[in-house]
């Protein structure tokens, strides 16, 4: 369902961001690190993992870069 909220720029770079921790977004599967999917059954879920806060998908847009009003949290999550 992921896929399906925010916007386009913003799906692009949370997938690359999972992909700059060493995981995959697979909007079919969920968050994979190592072949296994650590989050994935909640949006919110897939943003813990990712250390970032959760964004309403009304708000889900890029600007210079990087997530509107995003504070990167710092957090060894893994789900």
Not at 15 to 41: N, P, T
Request: glycine letters at 10%.
């Amino acid at each position: 369902m992921l896929v399906r909220t925010g916007s386009a720029d913003h799906n692009m770079w949370l997938a690359g961001h999972a992909f700059s921790k060493g995981m995959r977004l697979k909007y079919s599967e969920g968050l994979i690190k190592d072949g296994v999917a650590i989050a994935g059954e909640t949006e919110q879920g897939v943003f813990h993992a990712l250390c970032l806060p959760y964004t309403l998908p009304t708000q889900r847009e890029i600007t210079d870069n990087k997530p509107v009003g995003c504070r990167m949290k710092n957090c060894n999550a893994t789900a």
